[in-house]
Each structure stands twice: as structure tokens, then as C-alpha cells.
Nanobody, 129 residues
Framework: QVRLVESGGGLVQAGASLRLSCAAS????????MAWFRRAPGKEREFVGI???????YYTNSVKVRFTISRDTAKNTVFLQMNSLEPGDTAVYYC???????????????????????WGQGTQVTVSS
């Protein structure tokens, strides 16, 4: 039974930092790429970045430099370190898992949420101005 559980969200002021966690179970963590998506109020779910099982992370341009994705294989956990948070970062943040065999060849295809078979429940991040 695959399970993804996000944690670490909260209410912070602009300029603050948060570290989100996504704990995975029921899968071979080292063979899965782990992605982060977010859904802001009134908007569609948006791709944030991905920690690929090999080849390193990939980020969307909107969060590059400010956000960092990392993995702790011993804990089967992927992290999203968010620095210099802005009100525009307010959203529910989700993690999603993708088997290595299904990793798209082209980076832009990572944003297609339909390719991810496993999702967490989301954690709320609110950034006040």
C-alpha cells in the first residue's frame, strides 16, 4: 500500500522559510522520482519541481533559486526547502511519486500531473504580506 504524507506547512510572514517533508511508504523509494506540486486559491495545480531517482532535481522557473528539493533515502523522505517566501507562494503543497520507468524523456513533461500514480493529501502553506 503506497502512502505519501506531507508535513511542515504553516502560516509565516513574507521573507520567512519553511521546510516541507513528504514521507513515502509502500514503494521502493530509490527507484521513484518524487515531485512537488501546489494549488493556490482559485488556480490550477502547478508543478513546482521534482527530485529524480537519478540525474538530480529539476525546478520550474517560478521557484528556482528560492526553493530546493532534496532526498533522505534512509528515511524514505523528500524535502522542499522554501526560502524567501512570498504571498504568491500561498497554496496547498502536494507530493507525488513516479516510477523511474515512467519518467518522461523531456523535462517539460514532468508538469503533467496525470503521469503520477501516487499522491499525498497536501499540506497548507500560507504566507502573509
Amino acid at each position: 500500500q503506497v502512502r505519501l504524507v506531507e508535513s511542515g506547512g504553516g502560516l509565516v510572514q513574507a521573507g520567512a522559510s519553511l521546510r516541507l517533508s513528504c514521507a513515502a511508504s509502500g514503494l521502493s523509494f530509490s527507484t521513484y522520482s518524487m515531485a512537488w506540486f501546489r494549488r493556490a486559491p482559485g488556480k490550477e495545480r502547478e508543478f513546482v519541481g521534482i527530485s529524480r531517482s537519478s540525474g538530480g532535481p529539476y525546478y520550474t522557473n517560478s521557484v528556482k533559486v528560492r526553493f530546493t528539493i532534496s532526498r533522505d533515502t534512509a528515511k524514505n523522505t523528500v524535502f522542499l526547502q522554501m526560502n524567501s517566501l512570498e504571498p504568491g507562494d500561498t497554496a496547498v503543497y502536494y507530493c507525488a511519486a513516479l516510477p523511474s520507468a515512467a519518467l518522461p524523456f523531456f523535462n517539460l513533461a514532468y508538469a503533467n500531473e496525470r503521469i503520477y500514480p501516487y499522491w499525498g493529501q497536501g499540506t497548507q502553506v500560507t504566507v502573509s504580506s
